[in-house]
């Protein structure tokens, strides 16, 4: 079986792959004809593809998000690949493939990255800050297990928002040995609340975000989690203005850093500041690390990454530096 | 009584004014003495002051927000007017002046102000966004009698705030009139809210701000009033993710427009976009009257203006133009 | 009749249309062949068309801005609708339809709209004040009749600048209501000023800008209009540097406020200020407005509106809000 | 006698110089006694002074622009170089002394530059493109034997506008020779006129800027020049909107390129192009000549130039390098 | 023989031409067909071509930077012009024709602009200046003879690198000459320096960038020419750190006058500012020039200038101004 | 002693302090009098100080860098704490105070941290990479011993650019355990290297920086270290434009990520991605730290950060959160 992300131009191929989306158009032939404009997906990657013939049961076979069993030849249209779809058909139990298996997911179990969390929250030793957290984490606990952290810049797959926190917990816990002036109670709560959000801003299955709620357009996941902060301390007897309230808003808001890149207020506690910088660079290695993993090895440059800039990255791990 | 506004350099004078601010220093000379620095308001406008003989009596005398009987001269420092007081004591009943007389205040008393702000929240029919305005109305209802709308910018004297709003609530109404696609319960609503949180933001006494409040520059007005909805919401028993809680909050994010103007989100529905240019637009031509109204009518030009780019404004009303 | 307003993927339909634009182009047949690129327009709005099979006849017959009938098909292409022409005549008499129902235009009539703009000019009590805003919109007058306000962004239909310049001559009378200050002779010369020079700018018929002229291009309508009071000023024997003169310059020249936006030099007078405030929210409710216009009513958001930020708007005005 | 850029800290000096500004202000002490504030100039530069004792016939006496002999002594303040004067007298006729050797000029004598600015104007072919720059040259004249460039940035003295113009008429000649597509009448007509309403901006006197005009303030040099042509084009019988008009207002209007920087257009003619880099290049390389002129040859660094981003610049013309 | 900037659509043709660039694509019908991609190019410009009947013999015969006859229709494809080829076939000895005819060029020899070069290098006096410079002509002296100086901004053609080198120096010599106070020498070295690198940085062929180099890349030519030097003054045993070295690579750092345009410092010697200047102008001249003469005489507009601000350019040198 | 970290108003004290720096001026009164401006600053912070009667031995004695003894009392001036010195004396032998006491250092002894660094310089396999470092280290390991890492910015203190590093490369080691794709012979490298040059760019004593140099101004740190790498590899005989030297120089000229932040090119290797957030999150951390630490205990709020956005950081860590 071909990974997409080895697929090159000419090459002829069956195998498994994902429906990940998938619409019905038409030619510009009279009459017109009905044809499938899809993009399929595995594990490595995702590329699109064409299926020409396309028959009134098959308009009513397939749909996004479902397995097929795919026989294909890559052609190169417009400087991409691009897969001419020769047959199709869903698979089935017989074919022993499981959806899962189809899907970019983080490289640590769902359930590990959840408990993982959860024990840094646990070793929040102040009650409020604590309950506070517990509030949000319970809110979203069951879209943690497999959201992802974003629509495309980073983490954008299965657990892919679990996994973003659980490594910026580990950057964390290191920064507090490191500098021990950092309030650890803070940080940690910090960590997890952060993109907590995303979870009520994006509709997400899968791992892939089919499009923003009403609520993130409307408001945005960061003033969503301030938001729920107020209600967990409302609904916790806590004085929504009091000091650790303030605090812990002051570091989701300010998590963005600068007010064009999406926060109202700059960072102005230690670990507001330690916040930004976790995130940031959590996140850009991530974007470095998920482009040179969906680049063939024996390409020296990944694609350009929109979130560096729109810059390519050069590979310095061969055997040419 | 000689106006601050009509203050020539040169000028000796002898009146009533407030002592806005007052500071010990000390000079140079060996053995250092200690003189006043000191700024010195009324309705009309504030000008600095210095008294060079401070007794230790002195000390225990004068502090800010008195009113004092002064006799002094008026200089050129640094191209700046100052006064330099010659005696100075404390105003007593048989002056027969009130503080209120020294302070600049709005041109309508704040009572009918308030009451304007309450009618029209009166009209608003729908029940759910009525109520949660209220809430935030009787939240803020005993600073708005006297809280100034910004530090220095606009609106930043006495009622200053609810002066600003019963000026938008005008405007709403006619631009409501004149497109009838617009909801009025949500213009006014946002008219209401948008900046309501200015009293949690600044800590403020006779219309001046002294400084602002550690939530003020932790979390600021915007989000503090997305959080008095929220509270509004779960304790009123309203979903706090219902739309018209979502939408209430959008238009207080994003008042301020772009994110460089420290909105988080941009205005994303008709009401959101109305109320960023009533605000604008009453903001910018408030700050031209103040400017105006303290420049002496002599002048063409009134002194460079903050919030308009530092232009100053040349009066087109006299007889030249 | 189908309006373009309502049209879904897969629908038939007859009815007539105006051909807003049309060319001949080649498809990449051997030997190639030619169609027509076209797009239809009606009073809700405009599509994409293609017609196939164009015959010698037809290349000599369709022209853009001619009435049609047209019998098609619509389909996505590109995630846009997009008409397929299966039939298409030439509108003649016994069809009953004129070209002035298939074109947007100004919800009130030009006659009118031209009517209230003479009237605030001849309400100006100013002499010279009224007689160099009178040389301009002699000038203009037939052009107020029927151009729009601009290309795409805004009142971009028939008799859209006169719509703009009547809206806006409201809400400044209502804002010299409530700021007494203001100097209405100026505000309202600064209005109807403001834009005037559009009608030289731009070539336009049927409230449809073609192109920008060569003077538009080279100087713009600020300038122009700029240009337009001095050589006003010289031909009605007036100083062209006496400060009336200079004060309406002064507004135009400054009516786009920043110099990234335009304007050579900043607001510098209370009118300017104000105009410029006038002018931006009359522009954007109508952005809005239009937006929601000519989006189907079951739709929840707009498309994308170039002139705010690129954001969509979200109806509160339904039922769930 | 001491040149203003060779005095050093400490120095004594007896001198004539030119009372460039002169404010009276008074000291702290009680009472408060009069004292000078004082900007000493000569030809090589300028220098703060105060003079301390002044006694009431002094006031009458002094005034700005006066030519004086001062006894003085030079003190570091504030890390700044400033004179103590000990004794000061008016220049009388006996010392001999001529108010045009104590003001920085041009390096070219006034009339040699206005007539080589007019042989460029008689050289001009085209008929109109010569009245119409002749129009403006004959409306400037008078100033231009005397108008510096610009308040500070430039050419900042006395005939240094026609210095700017007269060396960048020779680069547009040198670079018509280059590059035989460019229209040499446009080029050297636009050289003459880009900024010759600086005349009518600002208001000066022996080559140093007081302040700008109303005029300038309100419409700026740039868009006073576009005035001037339409005023010229009407007075001469000339289309105001004919194509060699509008290329000329172009030149004007876009020669300070982008809209940040105060043209309301951008250069879309070979010779609009040009006049913006040869005025960069002109201007930049003066600020960098004046900048090593008046600093001492034993300092290896000019002050900061605020033209040149607030960079000073090193010598490398010495023996160094 | 029609040269490709005088092509108008449905024009019939047969001529040479250079197949600048060639890919083979694949169309979408069953079973899909080769057919090439190309570019053909002359000296007058370049045009987009398609070969839709590719035998398996052409994909063997056809290669980039061949020359070929050609028979071709000219046809307009979304709004642009674009050829399809009927016949074609390879260039052979008896046609008579050259490769370099058929590449744009500097309009000067080759030869010529080294020779030119070198001899104002020779004219340096200074013999450490000299020689460093020296080292890195001679390093690129035989790319000089052919490079672009730029992928597709200016001079993007055969000898455009030493052509922009020499029209600066012209420029450099009538700067000194005016401006006494400049360093002849390091100026000409600046000049000649300045983007020596692009030899390095970009991969080209017959004046045509095929791509940046890994070096191009990771460190630009701004960075490599200061290596260049640093490695020069290393073997030629002069002080890597001595003024003359640090003043040639300062030049060469601050050659693009500002950090968001590519200079990590600004200039900050007389002849670094000048150098940013005359490269200015000299780039912007160019690509004035090159846009007016590969557009057909009877267009008043050249195309959009990425350069120039995407604008376009008007001719004033026609018989309309 | 009293530390100048808990001076208040009024205070009055005896101690050793450092003489940071010392100018003599001259007071204002006639004669003028001479008065030291003095700097003073022990290992807790820095404060302004004047001495009044300075006779001709003081100018003598005292000179900026020397130990004193010093009686004074603390004033508010300007809302700024300063000292006025009642007594100063040069400390002596018998006063058992040493130099080093009185400067800020950082945390870890000098010889530790040169140490850390020549270990993990030690620890690079890879035989060039540990070549061309090493080359650098050597000849900034003296200066490492107590340069500090800038001017006012972060860790600008004894031994503070050495501190710098070995934070950093915990930082490093730490990552690339977390992200094992990362190539730690590089990013180690690259931490090294990435400031190494400011030991070239800056004149510094005692860990105070002076002044810029010349090669500092003209050059820049970022690109002397990319010429310390080239001269590097020209003396051990690596070729300079190997994949090696070119992916070193890459990462020292892109770790400020942006233009605008000063380097030339955007970073384009993981490594250099990690080294950049690497740098950011440990200056910002030490900025927040130093703050902290200078601001007495009692403060909740540490004085605005220049390298913060001018923000105060809030004290999160003490009783009250």
Redesign the interface.
């Known amino acids: 079986m071909t990974l997409i992300k080895d697929m090159n131009a000419q090459d002829q191929f069956v195998g498994f792959y994902l429906l990940r989306e998938l619409?019905v158009?038409?030619t510009?032939s009279?009459p017109?004809k009905d044809y499938f404009d899809i993009v399929l997906g595995d594990s490595s990657g995702q590329i699109s593809a064409?299926f020409?013939?396309v028959s009134p049961t098959d308009k009513e076979t397939f749909f996004p998000m479902a397995l097929v069993k795919v026989k294909g030849i890559v052609?190169?249209?417009r400087e991409k690949l691009q897969v001419?779809i020769m047959q199709i058909r869903k698979a089935n139990d017989e074919d022993g493939v499981s959806l899962t298996d189809f899907i970019r997911s983080a490289p640590i179990r769902p359930i590990d990255l959840v408990h993982a969390i959860k024990q840094a929250l646990g070793s929040i030793t102040d009650r409020e800050i604590h309950d506070l957290t517990a509030f949000c984490v319970d809110r979203a606990e069951e879209k943690l297990m497999h959201y992802p952290a974003a629509k495309t810049h980073h983490h954008a797959y299965y657990a892919g928002l679990a996994y973003h926190m659980a490594?910026m917990l580990?950057?964390g816990e290191?920064?507090c040995r490191?500098?021990p002036?950092?309030?650890p109670d803070?940080l940690k709560a910090g960590i997890i609340l952060h993109d907590i959000a995303k979870t009520?801003e994006m509709d997400a299955r899968l791992g892939i975000v089919s499009e923003y709620s009403?609520?993130g357009?409307?408001?945005?996941h960061?003033?969503i989690a301030?938001?729920w902060i107020?209600?967990a301390a409302?609904?916790l007897n806590i004085d929504?203005?009091s000091?650790?309230v303030?605090?812990l808003?002051?570091m989701v808001?300010s998590h963005h850093n600068?007010?064009?890149?999406?926060?109202?207020?700059?960072?102005?506690?230690?670990?507001a500041?330690?916040l930004h910088?976790?995130d940031?660079?959590d996140a850009?290695?991530q974007m470095?690390?998920d482009a040179?993993d969906s680049t063939p090895d024996t390409e020296p440059w990944t694609p350009p990454i929109r979130g560096?800039?729109n810059?390519?990255?050069?590979?310095?791990?061969g055997t040419?530096?």
Chains 1, 2, 3, 4, 5, 6 share one sequence.
Do not use: C
């Open positions: 619409e158009r038409q510009n009279t017109p064409k020409w013939d052609q190169l249209y001419k490594r580990e950057l290191f920064l490191q500098r002036f950092l309030n803070m009520e009403l609520t357009k409307l408001i945005g960061i003033s301030a938001s107020t209600e409302v609904r929504p203005r000091e650790k303030v605090a808003q002051h808001l600068l007010p064009e890149w999406g926060s109202p207020v700059l960072p102005q506690t230690a670990e500041v330690a910088h976790i940031a660079l850009k290695m470095v690390e040179l560096l800039e810059k390519a990255i050069y590979r310095t791990n040419n530096v």
